[in-house]
């Protein structure tokens, strides 16, 4: 669960990249942030995620509240998150099997739990049969499955996107936001950050719009708030 209340973020060179943000994600749901470029989608991410602070107003994540969180606190926080990039972010030198085990191995976990948890994720996102392959033999969409597989080895509550689909052709990103919706289906919630008008109508999930650090709406079933073409 995510609760942002009255959030403000002011850059330290005075730019006000959020200006009083109040919205809950519950647990189980699947959200699109989306808004024009510089409206702050990425500084919300990087609040949810701690790597910045808000300058003011309260933020709560899975069971997290971040006025009483201790820097000692934010690794296990950070744990409950399992976050995708555009750029996929792969270890080149290890294989689709050896990146996946490797955030298994980071956080401590026993080489039985992590010989029986990553074929799951790998099953999961359809590339058992690439385990042994090197991230550079990989097309662009079976790449960003491998760091879907990353993101969801360790079981996080949520899993948040930031554009997943930016580098992929129409066909890839389709399959890609349809793996993301299945694996919140099995349970994660999902907040992807996109500019995809085409998908994220197509899915009909809950669309929050933000322009200027203010939500501008908050719907179920579509792309609203902004004309097409806005967002090139
Ligand atoms: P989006 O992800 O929607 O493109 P951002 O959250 O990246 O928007 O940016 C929101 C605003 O904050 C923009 O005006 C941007 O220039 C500014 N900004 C983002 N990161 C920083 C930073 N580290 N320091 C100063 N200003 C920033």
Redesign the pocket.
Known sequence: MVRFIDVYKE???G?K?INGVTFTINDGEMVFLV??????????IRLINAEEKPTSGKLMVNGYNFSMMRPSDIPFMRRTLGVIFQDFRLIEKKTVLENVAFAMRVIGASKREIEKRVPYVLDLVGLSNQADRYPDKLSGGEQQRVAIARALVNNPEMIIADEPTGNLDPARSLEIMLLLERINELGTTVLIVTHEKTLVDKLTKRVIAIDN?KIVNDETGGYFGYEEGQYE
């Open positions: 850059y330290d060179n730019t990249a808004g024009p470029s510089g409206s702050g989608k990425s500084t919300i650090g």
